[in-house]
Every structure is written in C-alpha cells, then in structure tokens.
C-alpha cells in the first residue's frame, strides 16, 4: 500500500471515530433517528478502510454491503456477528433516512452504540495487524 492509500485509510478510520463521537451526542440530545444514521457511518468508515488495504473501493452503500460479506466475514477477518450488526445498521439507516415516519425508541438502539464501537475496534486490530 502507497503512501495516499495509507492516509486515505487513516481518514476513514479518523470519521469512524468521529460518526461515533457524533451519536454519542446525538442520543444525548433525543436525536434517535440521526443517532442510527452516525452508528451506521462509523461501520461504513471502518470497512471502507479495511476494504481499500484489499484493492476495493466503493461509494456505494449496497456494494460495501456487498463486499463486507463476500470479503471480510465469509473470510472469517471478522465475526459473522459483525456482518449481521453491520446489516442492522444498514436496513436501520435506511428506513431512518428515507421511510416515512420511520421512528427507533432509544432503550432498543442504545446498545447499538457498544457494538459498533465494537465492530469499528476489530476493524482497527486488523489494520494494525497488517
């Protein structure tokens, strides 16, 4: 990996830190939906670095979807816990974003934030590993 991979990964790594930052201040402020919609960011973040240290590189939401089953968890680089964590964020920011009247009562997401901060360490171990 070249130098500009490498800084691209670092930032990736920096805005899943910071979407996480971000929810926690959310939820502190009744910003449920919002909240979902930064947890989600911080995998998206997170696998993206991962990703690009294999040669891919998407924008795509459904295509990372893609790629973070097919390369990262049926590999075993990351629990199948993960990926399915990584799906309930996805669906989740989905219908936050884009359904109409989509609401998430806090006490069922609040445990969402610990395993995306769980998911986003993993991710960061095995860029350290590499």
Not at 11 to 34: P, Q, T, W
Not at 80 to 98: I, N, P, T
Not at 103 to 110: G, I, L, M, R, S
Request: glycine fraction near 6%; aromatic fraction near 12%.
């Amino acid at each position: 990996m070249n130098e500009e991979q490498r800084a691209l990964v670092n930032y990736h790594m920096e805005r899943a830190r910071e979407a996480i930052a971000e929810a926690k201040v959310l939820f502190d402020s009744g910003h449920v939906n919002a909240y979902v919609n930064r947890l989600y960011y911080a995998c998206f973040y997170a696998s993206s670095s991962l990703l690009l240290t294999k040669g891919f590189s998407t924008s795509k939401h459904g295509y990372l979807r893609s790629l973070v089953h097919r390369e990262l968890v049926k590999t075993g680089l990351i629990r199948e816990e993960l990926g399915k964590h990584f799906d309930l964020l996805f669906d989740s920011r989905q219908a936050g974003d884009y359904a109409d009247f989509a609401h998430f009562e806090a006490d069922e997401v609040a445990p969402w934030l610990g395993e995306t901060e769980g998911f986003v360490e993993c991710i960061a171990q095995l860029l350290l590993a590499q």
